[in-house]
């Protein structure tokens, strides 16, 4: 049980650094930002609806109209252009970067592990 708390205390510890790496923060201070301004709240809550109005549609099979395309693409252009929005969207891309890389290198000292581990031992 000691090894599984001491793993349990190391990922505790990851977790910390990852809560206080500067990717993170930024994240964290741009969705922060986005609440406090009305124009960009409204703008993700009206994008979001959109998008699940034509993933309604193509889940059900339906044609999509040129006005729900144009709608969403006038979204989108307000999303880019709004200092706001277009900052929360950066920071989102760097912290998924993060945890991708996090998680990768992860992943892949994890499969090196087996793979030493299963290889034939040498006489």
Known sequence: MGDMQSLLDQARALGEA???HERVRAFVDAQITVQKNDEAVALLR???QQVEHVQKLQQEQKPIEVSDKQKLAELETKMSTNSVVSGLM???ADYTELMNQVNNTMGNTLTAKQQEALKPQSA
């Open 90 to 92: 950066r920071a989102q």
């Open 18 to 20: 990852i809560a206080a």
């Open 46 to 48: 009206d994008y979001y």
